[in-house]
Antibody, heavy 120, light 107 residues
């Protein structure tokens, strides 16, 4: 049974960098797309971007200038870096596995989510 | 960007009743790449339906999805106590992937 676990600081200062890690257990990271999403009261569920196991990335244009997603297959981990954060970046952040063979995916496995607050 | 509008925002029903949830897209969803999720408080979303009408693994057949183009529906034929939750639609036919604002199914 594949499981995802997000980890990282729960509090980030405005203008700083948010860094999160998603650890994949119970299965291989290879051959799948892995996405980061977030959920806030103000904006609902928002897709941030995704990475394939080969390292190919694809970002939501609304965040592209501030986001980097990376993969470390040897550690079965995916990372998210979001620069120059503001209070609007306060949200629960999820990693999720892409499902299906099409160009884009639904998400069949999600992590439990990690709450990140941006505040001084 | 495709905007998904879900209605109603909240629906109040009783166990055993039928729930019909709507998701309308601002433009046609490519190849009916539309998914439905269930989310309970403090939990991550759970995939119910993909491709507009295909149940995900382990999802009971009281959940069904239909629709194409811009109009999609999730039907829960007989509500059970564990079905009271928030339901989201998501389109994955084009980038950026987007979600609707959710429908809360309450008792």
């Amino acid at each position: 049974q594949v499981q995802l676990q997000e980890s990282g600081p729960g509090l980030v200062k405005p203008s700083d960098t948010l860094s999160l890690t998603c650890s994949v257990s119970g299965g291989s990271i290879s051959g799948y797309y892995w996405s980061w999403l977030r959920q806030s009261a103000g904006k609902g569920l928002e897709w941030i971007g995704r990475i394939y196991s080969s390292g190919y990335t694809h970002y939501n244009l609304s965040l592209k200038s501030r986001v980097t997603i990376a993969i470390e297959t040897s550690k079965n981990q995916i990372s998210l870096t979001l620069n120059s954060v503001t209070a609007a970046d306060t949200a629960v952040y999820y990693c999720a596995r892409g499902y299906g063979a099409g160009s884009y995916n639904s998400f069949d496995i999600w992590g439990q989510g990690t709450m990140v607050s941006v505040s001084s | 960007e495709i905007v998904l509008t879900q209605s109603p925002g909240t629906v109040s029903l009783s166990p055993g009743e039928r729930a019909t949830l709507s998701c309308r897209a601002s433009q046609s969803v490519f190849r009916s790449c539309l998914a439905w999720y269930q989310q309970k408080p403090g939990q991550a979303p759970r995939l119910l339906i993909y491709g507009a009408s295909n149940r995900a693994t382990g999802i009971p057949d009281r959940f069904s999805g239909s629709g194409s183009g811009t109009d999609f529906t999730l039907t829960i034929s007989r509500l059970e106590p564990g079905d009271f939750a928030v339901y989201y639609c998501q389109q994955y036919g084009s980038s950026p992937l987007t979600f609707g604002g959710g429908t809360k199914v309450e008792i």
